[in-house]
């Protein structure tokens, strides 16, 4: 029997066991549903964990600064902020000298919510680091995609990255 081989654009075509594009979007659905599962209980989202983790690293930013630093357009991150106040987590507080800008901080139950969040957190980053097959990995990993993203010297979450991939906080979330 004669093997037939591809002519024309299926020569061409990925193997979608080498496109990164491919690789990339099931490896975020597989992180992605262990995150749901793992903050179910606390009724939270992704970008709701991006933004109290940022607003609890420095507290006092602006409205816009973690809006830029995430990516969200201000109309969505006004409805993520109305969503978190209205949860009693997170407050806006007019600026001291622009009145028209609002500095963002934790409520008291906002810091009790950021620690839990942080232990569930760390337990699901640890699942995600054992399956990756350790730090090093991971490390490696977060390096290359500083690398695909453009940002090897700096990260949303307010921390540094070293050449090897390694992290030093300026903030802590707790």
Do not use: Y
Request: include cysteine; glycine fraction near 8%; proline fraction near 3%.
């Amino acid at each position: 029997m004669a093997v037939l081989r591809p002519s024309g654009v299926e020569a061409n075509l990925p193997l979608l066991a080498t496109a990164i594009g491919h690789k990339l979007r099931r490896a975020q659905l597989l992180v992605f549903q262990d995150f749901h599962e793992t903050f179910a209980a606390l009724k939270l989202r992704p970008t709701e964990f991006a933004v109290l983790a940022l607003i609890a690293s420095n507290p006092g930013q602006k409205q816009t600064d973690i809006a830029e630093q995430l990516s969200i357009k201000r109309a969505n991150f006004v409805a993520l902020m109305d969503c978190l106040e209205n949860r009693g987590l997170a407050e806006r507080r007019k600026g001291d000298i622009d009145r028209r800008s609002h500095s963002l901080h934790l409520t008291e139950k906002g810091n009790l919510f950021v620690t839990k969040m942080t232990e569930l957190w760390k337990q699901h980053e640890a699942r995600i680091v054992k399956r990756l097959g350790g730090e090093e990995n991971r490390d490696h990993l977060i390096s290359l995609l500083d690398l695909l993203l453009g940002s090897d010297c700096e990260t949303a979450g307010g921390e540094e990255r070293s050449p090897t991939g390694r992290t030093a906080a300026r903030g802590s979330l707790t």
